[in-house]
């Protein structure tokens, strides 16, 4: 027997009931003649868009089919594939080992995510309050305040009315000050208070005369 790969379409009125019994159908004609089934694979996702319509519908369910069967048998199966109201178009191509290899994996990661069990979310723990699932409103960001500071005032230390300052006197100004002479008219306004102060002489009477 000679191995092939066959890609048929299943017109999408179909519910996935009805789907899935087509592409059994096409699977057993394929046993009824002799043949062997490796691997019979849905395409991902199943329901594809055709490049042009065919019998008025533009997408179809695919699937794909690698089995080996006598050549002699090949040409009554399509014969009754043609027939078949359920199939919109089909395209038998002899296999490789590469691509039954490949239809192998894919066969078995469908079968292994097929029994995989559903993730399911997690739990809150047992006696844990349930979380509040209502959006909060965004808060306003506040502005920034600058708070006004009053200045210090800087303390003035202001001398006591009974408290009498004296000036800072230079040492050097006031030795230069007494060493200077006295100018000669201050000599001369004391010299003429000293003649006006003196009492009258002994001989001068100054008494009127009779």
């Known amino acids: 027997m000679n191995p092939y790969e066959m890609t048929f379409i299943i017109r999408p009125d179909r519910d996935e009931d009805g789907t899935r019994a087509v ?96 993730v399911q979310p997690p739990q809150p723990p047992t006696g844990a309050a349930p979380q509040n699932t209502v959006p909060l409103a965004p808060q306003e960001a506040s502005p920034d305040v600058t708070e006004d500071i009053e200045p210090v005032p800087e303390t003035v230390s202001v001398a006591s009315p009974e408290t009498e300052v004296e000036p800072a006197v230079d040492t050097e100004e006031a030795d230069a000050a007494s060493a200077a002479p006295q100018p000669a008219e201050s000599v001369d306004e004391s010299v003429e208070a000293e003649r006006v102060s003196e009492p009258a002489t002994a001989g001068t009477s100054t008494e009127p005369q009779e």
């Open 23 to 118: 592409a059994e159908a096409v699977t057993g004609r394929i046993s009824a003649a002799g043949g062997e089934i490796i691997a019979a694979i849905p395409w991902n996702p199943p329901r594809r868009r055709m490049a042009y319509p065919i019998k008025d519908f533009g997408d179809g369910f695919y699937v794909t089919t690698v089995f080996r069967v006598d050549p002699s048998a090949l040409r009554p199966i399509e014969n009754a594939l043609k027939l078949n109201e359920n199939i919109l178009r089909f395209l038998i191509v002899q296999a490789t080992e590469l691509n039954i290899k490949q239809a192998q994996q894919r066969l078995q990661q469908q079968q292994a995510a097929a029994q995989a069990p559903p």
